[in-house]
């Protein structure tokens, strides 16, 4: 079936503005993950969905970042006012709940003038 | 301490050698460990898992665990230069931390040289 589905691919925006990043999971997974990697960096974790709960919301960096889910589909990452140290590409996951593997879709590449 | 450590490398190795990856990881609760390739500019992709502490093979791959150590590793026999990435461990289940949530380490950056 489908991947895991994240737009856009690519976004430039200026400093100080808003921007959406939109993850669609795997038909069927009930949990989804937001990561961000910066440039030659590891992942970092940011929140956690099980459902359209977020009970783990502790890795989002500032107040200016936020996310949702709408039931076991869609889920999308704001930020606002927009810095320069945003600037990575962001990742979504999504599992099943029989297991713990999660499968990553293609990024959005995030990029703050 | 950090809670998954690898070594960044690049770690260099002849066409079809075998390339070891190492892993070490803080909690003592961890459950469940992962190894993701993560190709340039690319999304990591899923190459093994494993629970129980011992060897698990898949193809050219064996992912080892030992618990007690608190280590896990990866090796890749019969290197090819289309290996070249970056190999990223990943840590779940740990006792201080959301059981759902992956910690992943930074990485370790293989070169398969022709």
């Known amino acids: 079936g489908a991947g895991v589905s994240q737009s856009p691919s690519n976004k430039v925006t200026e400093k100080g503005k808003d921007v959406e990043l939109r993850c669609d999971p795997i038909?069927?997974?009930?949990?989804l993950y937001w990561y961000r990697q910066r440039l030659g960096q590891g992942l970092e974790f940011l929140i956690y969905f099980q459902g359209n709960s977020a009970p783990d919301k502790s890795g989002l960096p500032s107040d200016r970042f936020s996310a949702e889910r709408t039931g076991e589909s869609v889920s999308t990452l704001t930020i606002q006012r927009t810095q320069q140290e945003d600037s990575a590409v962001y990742l979504c996951?999504?599992?099943?709940?029989?297991?713990?593997?999660?499968?990553f879709g293609p990024g959005t590449r995030l990029t703050v003038l | 301490q950090k809670e998954v450590e690898q070594n960044s490398g690049p770690l260099s190795v002849p066409e079809g050698a075998i390339a070891s990856l190492n892993c070490t990881y803080s909690?003592?609760?961890?459950?469940?460990f992962f190894w993701y390739r993560q190709y340039s500019g690319k999304s990591p992709e899923l190459i093994m898992f494993?629970?129980?502490?011992g060897d698990k093979e898949d193809g050219r791959f064996t992912a080892q665990l030992n618990k007690a150590s608190q280590y896990v590793s990866l090796l890749i026999r019969d290197s090819q230069p289309s290996d070249s990435a970056t190999y990223l461990c990943?840590?779940?289940?740990?006792?201080?931390?959301?059981?759902?949530?992956?910690?992943f380490g930074t990485g370790t950056r293989l070169a398969v040289r022709p």
């Open positions: 909690d003592r609760g961890s459950q469940s």
């Open positions: 038909s069927g997974h009930t949990a």
């Open positions: 996951a999504s599992r099943t709940g029989g297991t713990d593997t999660q499968y």
């Open positions: 494993i629970y129980s502490n």
């Open positions: 990943a840590v779940n289940g740990g006792s201080g931390s959301s059981g759902d949530k992956l910690t």
